[in-house]
T-cell receptor, first 113, second 114 residues
Framework: GENVEQHPSTLSVQEGDSAVIKCTYS??????FPWYKQELGKRPQLIID?????GEKKDQRIAVTLNKTAKHFSLHITETQPEDSAVYFC????????????FGKGTLLTVNP | KAGVTQTPRYLIKTRGQQVTLSCSPI?????VSWYQQTPGQGLQFLFE???????NKGNFPGRFSGRQFSNSRSEMNVSTLELGDSALYLC?????????????FGPGTRLTVL
């Protein structure tokens, strides 16, 4: 089955700096890669996703890149703000008959004012 | 549109008991997935239902089961509770099977087993 590795497990940055979180996946058939943000005590919320036919996607301060050959994808947050502090999860799915998302173990991002 | 709802929000049970958790998806969503979230393990997939059929199951013992009703509401049941079952149980719904569409999560049910 699919296996998703996420690094780092914790990340601390100064406000205004950039943050990068990296994930690798094992199933070459995976074609959908969402990122979720979970604030303390709240539900995970989708912040951006990318499909295998796209190499990069950007939404304001957030961008995701995908390298299918290397089987890794990354989340980039620029100009970080204290409200970006949360746990971020990457996930991968091959869709089709494999009806599930496999999540990484999460990255605790702390943005220091 | 109302979001995904889960009941109850908190549960305290003792070892050996059983528990039933409920999830109401977003109106029009037919796929419901369940996840167990524990510190250090992230979100682990339990199972997914689409149109009342379980289409995929994660690596959990048979004590974990679920079902989906014709209105897409879903329940999961855990029998013979163990201390290690203490976790946040999240459900997520999507219009079509996960992996092809955005999943929207509920607030979760916090289960504590004493």
């Amino acid at each position: 089955g699919e296996n998703v590795e996420q690094h780092p497990s914790t990340l601390s940055v100064q406000e205004g700096d950039s943050a990068v979180i990296k994930c690798t996946y094992s199933d070459s058939a995976s074609n959908y890669f969402p990122w979720y943000k979970q604030e303390l005590g709240k539900r995970p919320q989708l912040i951006i996703d990318i499909r295998s036919n796209v190499g990069e996607k950007k939404d304001q301060r957030i961008a995701v890149t995908l390298n299918k050959t290397a089987k890794h994808f990354s989340l980039h947050i620029t100009e970080t703000q204290p409200e970006d502090s949360a746990v971020y999860f990457c996930a991968a799915s091959s869709g089709g008959s494999n009806y599930k998302l496999t999540f990484g173990k999460g990255t605790l991002l702390t943005v220091n004012p | 549109k109302a979001g995904v709802t889960q009941t109850p929000r908190y549960l305290i049970k003792t070892r050996g008991q059983q528990v039933t958790l409920s999830c109401s998806p977003i109106s029009g969503h037919r796929s419901v997935s369940w996840y167990q979230q524990t510190p250090g393990q992230g979100l682990q997939f339990l199972f997914e239902y689409f149109s009342e059929t379980q289409r995929n199951k994660g690596n959990f013992p048979g004590r974990f089961s679920g079902r989906q009703f014709s209105n897409s509401r879903s329940e999961m049941n855990v029998s013979t509770l163990e201390l290690g079952d203490s976790a946040l149980y999240l459900c997520a719904s999507s219009t079509i099977p996960p992996g092809t569409d955005t999943q929207y999560f509920g607030p979760g049910t916090r289960l504590t087993v004493l």
